[in-house]
C-alpha cells in the first residue's frame, strides 16, 4: 500500500465530474475561510485576534461543533483512502482500525475532560503546556512538543497525498494538483484558524456521509448482496483457517494495533486540539458518547476495500482503489462530488493538524522570548508557524517521496504514544518524575524507532517467546519499555525535593477554579 | 463551568468503560465466520455491534457516576 499512485483509471468522470468536483472544492474553501475569518474577528478591532482565538476557537466549541470537528479531524480523508486500500491489500485483517476507533472513546471519556480541566484552569493550548505545568521542566516540554511536530508533519503530508489521489483519478496528473492543494490549504487556516475547519467539518460530514451511504448500499446492490460480496472477496484472499477469518497469527497484532492506535490517537496534536477546543468538560463526555457514531461510518468504509475485490478492481497501487472503485460503479457527476468529498474531507483535518503544530511551535519550541501569553503577536507567530509546518509536510511529498511520508507516518505512530505517560499518567499518582518521564520516552524513541527500522517499517515487531513467535504492535512495546524506565529512574529519584509546579495534580483538588 | 467535581463522582460505573475493551480485545472470541447475521460474517458484525454498545456503555457509565 505504499506506492506512488500513476493514474491509471478505467476511465475518467469526465467534464460533469470535474465540474462538480470544482464546485464544492471551491465552494468549501471559501466558506471555510470567508466565514472562520469572520468569526475570528467579529466584534473586536482588527488585528487583535488572540493565538487562543486562532489556535484554540476562544475555547468555545459547544457539543455539536465540536463532533463535526473532532469528527473531521479524526476519521481524515487518508482514512477513506487508506483504511479500504488495507482492506483490499490484507482482508479482514486490516479491520483493525474498528476496534481501534471503538476503544478510543472510554479512554477518551476517561482521561480527556480532565486535562481539559486542567488546561481550562492553566490556559494551557498544547500537550506541552500540560506537562511543562505538571512537571516544570522544560527539557520535558520541549521532548513532548517536538515529538508531536514530528509526529504530525508527516500525517499532513499524507492528507496532501489523499488529495492529489483524488485529483490524479480526475485526470489531473503532475505536481500541479499538489501544489493547487498545498495553496488551497495554506489560505484556509491563515484566514480561518481553527475557526475555518470547525465551520467547514459540517459541510464536509454531510458530504462523506452521503457518498459512503449512497457507496454501501449501492455497490452490493450492484454485486448481489453483502453475503455475495464477502463471498466473492473471500475468493480473492488468501483463505483463513477453517472456522477462522483472521490469518494464522494475526489475532495478537489485530488486537494490540488496535489498542496502541487508540492509545495514541487522542495524544497527536490535532486531535487534542479539538478536544481542548471545547466549551467545558461535560461537551467532551457528551462527544466520548457520540464520537462513534463516524465509527460506524469508518467500518463501512473500509468495507470498501472488499467491495473492490467483488467488483473486479485489480491493482497494485492499493490507494488508488476507492477512486477506482467509484469510477466503475457511479456516473460521472456522482463521482466527481465523491471525490470532492474526499478533498475536503482532507483540508478539515489537515487545518486542523497544522493549528495543532503551529502552537507547539510557538508555545513550547521557541525559545521563551516573548511573553506566553494570548497577544496579537503570537497569533502572527502562530499563523506563520502554521505556514512553515504545512511547507514541511509538502516538501516531505515533493523532495522526498509519498511512500517516505507513509513510513514517516508509521514512526509517528510509535513516537506519539511516548508521550503519553508524561501527559496521561501524570493525571495519577504514580510518583512519576520529570527525570524519569524523560528517561522513559528516550528509550521509547530509541526502542521504537530501532525496532520499526530492524523489522523493515512494519508496525509489528516479532516476539519470540518460548519456542513460538508472536508479533505485537511495535508502538505498544516501546510504550511499555518507555513506562518501565520512568517508572525505574522516577524511583530511583523519589528522594530528591520535587520544583514546584503550577498546577498540583488533581487528587489533591488544587486545580479546578 | 458545570463539571462535577472528580471526588464526588461515583467510581464504580467507570468498569462499565472496560467492556468495550474487553470484547474488543479478546479477539479469538471473535475470530469465525459463523452464525453470520444479513450476510455479514460475525466477525463483522460482532464489532459493528461494538458501537452502539460502547456508546451506551459510556453515556451509562456518565449518567450512573453522577452523585
Known amino acids: 500500500m505504499s506506492a506512488p499512485v500513476p493514474a491509471a483509471s478505467p476511465g475518467t468522470p469526465g467534464a460533469l465530474g470535474i465540474l462538480v468536483f470544482v464546485l464544492f472544492f471551491a465552494a468549501t474553501i471559501l466558506l471555510g475561510a470567508g466565514l472562520g475569518w469572520r468569526r475570528g474577528h467579529s466584534g473586536r478591532p482588527a488585528g487583535a485576534e488572540t493565538?487562543?482565538?486562532?489556535?484554540?476557537?476562544?475555547?468555545?466549541?459547544?457539543?455539536?461543533?465540536?463532533?463535526f470537528l473532532v469528527g473531521g479531524d479524526f476519521y481524515t480523508a487518508y482514512t477513506v483512502i487508506a483504511v479500504p486500500a488495507l482492506v483490499y491489500a490484507v482482508g479482514a485483517y486490516g479491520f483493525?482500525?474498528?476496534?481501534?476507533?471503538?476503544?478510543?472513546?472510554?479512554?477518551?471519556?476517561?482521561?480527556?475532560?480532565?486535562?481539559?480541566?486542567?488546561?481550562?484552569?492553566?490556559?494551557?493550548?498544547?500537550?506541552?503546556?500540560?506537562?511543562?505545568?505538571?512537571?516544570?521542566?522544560?527539557?520535558l516540554e520541549i521532548a513532548v512538543a517536538a515529538t508531536g511536530l514530528l509526529a504530525i508533519i508527516p500525517y499532513i503530508a499524507l492528507q496532501l497525498v489523499g488529495i492529489r489521489t483524488?485529483?490524479?483519478?480526475?485526470?489531473?496528473?503532475?505536481?500541479?494538483?499538489?501544489?493547487?492543494a498545498f495553496v488551497s490549504l495554506a489560505a484556509y487556516t491563515w484566514l480561518g484558524g481553527l475557526h475555518a475547519p470547525a465551520l467547514t467539518a459540517f459541510l464536509k460530514d454531510v458530504m462523506i456521509y452521503l457518498v459512503v451511504i449512497v457507496a454501501?448500499?449501492?455497490?452490493?446492490?450492484?454485486?448481489?448482496?453483502?453475503?455475495?460480496?464477502?463471498?466473492?472477496?473471500?475468493?480473492?484472499?488468501?483463505?483463513?483457517?477453517?472456522?477462522?477469518?483472521?490469518?494464522?497469527?494475526?489475532?495478537?497484532?489485530?488486537?494490540?494495533?488496535?489498542?496502541s492506535s487508540a492509545l495514541a490517537a487522542f495524544l497527536y496534536p490535532h486531535t487534542l486540539t479539538g478536544v481542548l477546543a471545547a466549551r467545558d468538560a461535560d461537551t467532551i463526555r457528551r462527544n466520548a458518547v457520540m464520537?462513534?457514531?463516524?465509527?460506524?461510518?469508518?467500518?463501512?468504509?473500509?468495507?470498501?476495500?472488499?467491495?473492490?475485490?467483488?467488483?473486479?478492481?485489480?491493482?497494485?497501487?492499493?490507494?488508488?482503489?476507492?477512486p477506482l472503485l467509484f469510477l466503475r460503479i457511479f456516473p460521472g457527476w456522482f463521482a466527481g462530488f465523491a471525490f470532492a468529498a474526499i478533498a475536503v474531507g482532507a483540508?478539515?483535518?489537515?487545518?486542523?493538524?497544522?493549528?495543532?503544530?503551529?502552537?507547539?511551535?510557538?508555545?513550547?519550541?521557541?525559545?521563551?522570548?516573548?511573553?506566553?501569553?494570548?497577544?496579537?503577536?503570537?497569533?502572527?507567530?502562530?499563523q506563520v508557524s502554521g505556514l512553515l509546518v504545512k511547507l514541511a509536510a509538502l516538501g516531505c511529498i515533493l523532495l522526498l517521496n509519498p511512500t517516505f511520508a507513509i513510513d514517516l507516518q508509521l514512526l509517528g505512530?510509535?513516537?506519539?504514544?511516548?508521550?503519553?505517560?508524561?501527559?496521561?499518567?501524570?493525571?495519577?499518582?504514580?510518583?512519576?518524575?520529570?527525570?524519569?518521564?524523560?528517561?522513559?520516552?528516550?528509550?521509547?524513541?530509541?526502542?521504537?524507532?530501532?525496532?520499526?527500522?530492524?523489522?523493515?517499517?512494519?508496525?509489528?515487531?516479532?516476539?519470540?517467546?518460548?519456542?513460538?513467535?508472536?508479533?505485537?504492535?511495535?508502538?505498544?512495546?516501546?510504550?511499555?519499555?518507555?513506562?518501565?524506565?520512568?517508572?525505574?529512574?522516577?524511583?530511583?529519584?523519589?528522594g530528591l525535593a520535587q520544583p514546584r509546579t503550577s498546577w498540583s495534580p488533581p487528587w489533591r483538588n488544587a486545580a479546578r477554579k | 463551568m458545570k463539571t462535577v467535581p472528580?471526588?464526588?463522582?461515583?467510581?464504580?460505573?467507570?468498569?462499565?468503560?472496560?467492556?468495550?475493551?474487553?470484547?474488543?480485545?479478546?479477539?479469538?472470541?471473535?475470530?469465525?465466520?459463523?452464525?453470520?447475521?444479513?450476510?455479514?460474517?460475525?466477525?463483522?458484525?460482532?464489532?459493528?455491534?461494538?458501537?452502539?454498545?460502547?456508546?451506551?456503555?459510556?453515556?451509562?457509565?456518565?449518567?450512573?457516576?453522577?452523585?
Open chain 1, 291 to 322: 464520537l462513534p457514531a463516524y465509527t460506524l461510518l469508518l467500518g463501512l468504509i473500509a468495507m470498501l476495500g472488499l467491495m473492490a475485490h467483488a467488483a473486479g478492481i485489480v491493482t497494485s497501487h492499493s490507494t488508488a482503489v476507492v
Open chain 1, 347 to 382: 483540508l478539515v483535518p489537515a487545518a486542523v493538524m497544522a493549528v495543532g503544530a503551529a502552537n507547539l511551535v510557538t508555545r513550547n519550541l521557541l525559545p521563551a522570548l516573548l511573553p506566553r501569553r494570548s497577544g496579537p503577536d503570537n497569533a502572527r507567530a502562530a
Open chain 2, 6 to 67: 472528580g471526588d464526588r463522582r461515583r467510581r464504580w460505573p467507570g468498569l462499565l468503560l472496560l467492556l468495550p475493551v474487553a470484547g474488543l480485545l479478546w479477539v479469538p472470541f471473535y475470530d469465525r465466520p459463523m452464525p453470520a447475521l444479513f450476510g455479514f460474517p460475525f466477525f463483522y458484525w460482532y464489532q459493528l455491534a461494538w458501537v452502539p454498545l460502547t456508546s451506551l456503555a459510556i453515556w451509562l457509565a456518565w449518567r450512573l457516576g453522577r452523585a
Open chain 1, 96 to 139: 483493525f482500525a474498528l476496534p481501534y476507533t471503538i476503544i478510543v472513546y472510554p479512554f477518551v471519556y476517561a482521561v480527556m475532560p480532565r486535562l481539559w480541566q486542567l488546561a481550562k484552569a492553566g490556559g494551557h493550548l498544547t500537550a506541552a503546556d500540560l506537562v511543562r505545568a505538571r512537571f516544570a521542566s522544560r527539557p
Open chain 1, 413 to 494: 505512530g510509535v513516537w506519539v504514544l511516548q508521550t503519553l505517560p508524561a501527559l496521561v499518567l501524570g493525571l495519577l499518582k504514580l510518583g512519576l518524575r520529570a527525570s524519569g518521564l524523560l528517561a522513559g520516552w528516550a528509550a521509547g524513541m530509541a526502542g521504537g524507532t530501532w525496532m520499526v527500522m530492524a523489522d523493515g517499517l512494519k508496525p509489528v515487531h516479532a516476539l519470540h517467546l518460548g519456542g513460538g513467535t508472536m508479533s505485537v504492535s511495535t508502538g505498544l512495546l516501546a510504550l511499555l519499555l518507555n513506562l518501565a524506565v520512568s517508572l525505574a529512574v522516577s524511583g530511583a529519584f523519589a
Open chain 1, 166 to 180: 483524488v485529483l490524479e483519478a480526475l485526470g489531473l496528473p503532475g505536481e500541479v494538483p499538489l501544489v493547487v
Open chain 1, 216 to 259: 454501501v448500499t449501492v455497490i452490493p446492490l450492484h454485486l448481489g448482496g453483502y453475503g455475495a460480496m464477502f463471498a466473492t472477496a473471500a475468493a480473492h484472499m488468501k483463505p483463513p483457517p477453517a472456522g477462522h477469518v483472521l490469518g494464522v497469527g494475526q489475532a495478537v497484532p489485530y488486537a494490540t494495533l488496535a489498542l
Open chain 1, 51 to 67: 493565538s487562543e482565538e486562532w489556535g484554540l476557537g476562544g475555547r468555545s466549541f459547544g457539543t455539536w461543533i465540536t463532533w
